[in-house]
């Protein structure tokens, strides 16, 4: 039966791509409830869950087919989780084959995604049932403990004395959703960043659509996903399906907020739309590798756009989040470019901002891949797409290695073309 709205707390085991059965349908218009569970940190600590995140499983949207796209508007992100854990990491010798977001093993038995047990607190309490050793593949180098306050607005990182307490009544602290599998990461009790207060901006690192091919949900991006290209674990993909088979869900760009739409492409009919890897807060790049990662509810409507064909996903921030010269002009600035295009005899073009993901092995390629997707979708040469950018636009870092935003200015009438023209109008005040 098709539902009108779609309330989803149920959770992959890291997994996802056509072989994963999806919920639903909910209906086109539509609106998905998701309850999500922490990303990063507490999937990778759980040897059991298959991939580096724990997302939920993908909804299908009623009349979406493959070759099509589907405007997802965030309509409102709640963080629930009372306190988190985050910081830098290193790798376990003998806890995983080739990945250790992916093929994990106990070091000692050599059980691959061993069930595992806490006994205690700190990320060595993490151990295999079958034989006792450690089996969290991961520790943290330099970590921290955060608390929120009760309106969820500011976070502060703690000393050695709270972390511990909060770990050891850790799936309370971060409110772990009934149904998720992972061990809560604040078990690491880790304060080597104490009294740092900065203020919350929760957003989601995973939000998109089911890729054509099974994959760990981690590595839906071109960053992550190029790991997999003949790995020597049993998610190793080809080099050809890691160019058309992923469909960037994994973005970890902080503007993926409240307000904002995604455009996400389908590579499946149905789509299979999910999110996960919420986060309280983050810079530009993540460049510490992870960040404050909670559990959040968030609602989102969907919207099935059946001709439009993409590459990869286009977003259309909040009006705040864009970069300076990409902020549509005020009216008082029109009124000023009417009259110098008069003078000179110059037609001006109204535009709107639209930012194109990129996602490659590293920053410079996943530009050039967002500067040509952006070329194709909009009937523009590559170096136009590189000018206008550069005038009117920005290119930012959503995640490090690999993960970018192209915004650039795009004309009105191709935005009409393009179905876009009601979402450019909600969100940015245009002069014309």
Not at 179 to 198: E, H, I, M, R, Y
Not at 393 to 420: D, N, S, Y
């Amino acid at each position: 039966m098709v539902r009108e709205v779609f309330f989803n707390d149920k959770f992959t085991n890291g997994i996802i791509g056509p072989n994963v059965k999806m919920l639903g349908p909910v209906k086109n218009g539509g609106h998905i409830i998701f309850v999500t569970t922490p990303g990063c940190w507490g999937p990778m600590i759980t040897p059991t869950l298959r991939g580096g995140h724990e997302v939920n499983i993908p909804v299908a949207v009623e009349g979406a087919k493959a070759g099509g796209a589907i405007a997802i508007h965030i309509e409102s992100i709640k963080i629930r989780s009372r306190a988190t854990s985050s910081g830098t990491d290193k790798w376990v010798d003998g806890a995983y084959n080739g990945d250790p977001y992916v093929a994990k093993k106990c070091p000692g038995c050599g059980e691959k995604w061993p069930e595992s047990k806490l006994e205690g607190i700190g990320l060595e309490a993490i151990k295999c049932v079958k034989c006792g050793t450690p089996s969290s593949p991961f520790r943290m180098v330099h970590g921290y403990t955060m608390i929120f306050d009760d309106a969820r607005c500011i976070g502060i990182t703690v000393g050695k004395e709270a972390a511990e307490k909060i770990a050891e009544e850790g799936y309370a602290w971060m409110d772990i959703p009934r149904n998720s599998a992972q061990f809560p990461v604040v078990v690491a009790a880790k304060a080597d960043l104490v009294g740092l207060a900065t203020r919350t901006r929760p957003f989601l690192g995973q939000l998109g659509t089911t890729p054509s091919i099974d994959i760990p949900d981690s590595h839906n991006a071109g960053d992550f996903g190029y790991f997999l290209v003949g790995a020597p674990h049993e998610y190793a993909i080809t080099e050809e399906q890691y160019k058309t088979c992923l469909t960037d869900g994994h973005l970890d760009v902080d503007s993926v907020r409240e307000g904002a739409v995604l455009i996400a492409p389908v590579k499946v009919d149905g789509g299979g739309v999910y999110a996960g890897d919420a986060h309280a807060m983050q810079g530009d790049g993540e460049v510490a590798g992870h960040t404050t990662d909670i559990s959040a509810e968030v609602r989102v409507r969907v919207e099935v756009l059946k001709e439009l064909e993409l590459e990869g996903p286009l977003l259309f921030p909040p009006v705040e989040d864009l970069p300076p010269l990409a902020i549509p002009l005020t009216q008082e600035e029109w009124k000023k470019a009417e009259k110098l295009s008069e003078f000179y005899g110059i037609e001006l073009e109204p535009w709107a901002p639209v930012q194109v993901i990129g996602t490659a092995p590293n920053i410079n390629q996943a530009a050039e891949v967002g500067f040509n997707r952006a070329a194709k979708l909009f009937d523009m040469s590559f170096d136009e797409v590189r000018n206008r950018v550069t005038v009117a636009g920005a290119v930012e870092i959503g995640r490090l290695p690999g993960v970018v935003q192209v915004t650039l200015p795009v004309h009105l009438k191709k935005l009409v073309e393009l179905g876009f023209l009601n979402i450019v109008i909600k969100i940015y005040h245009l002069p014309y």
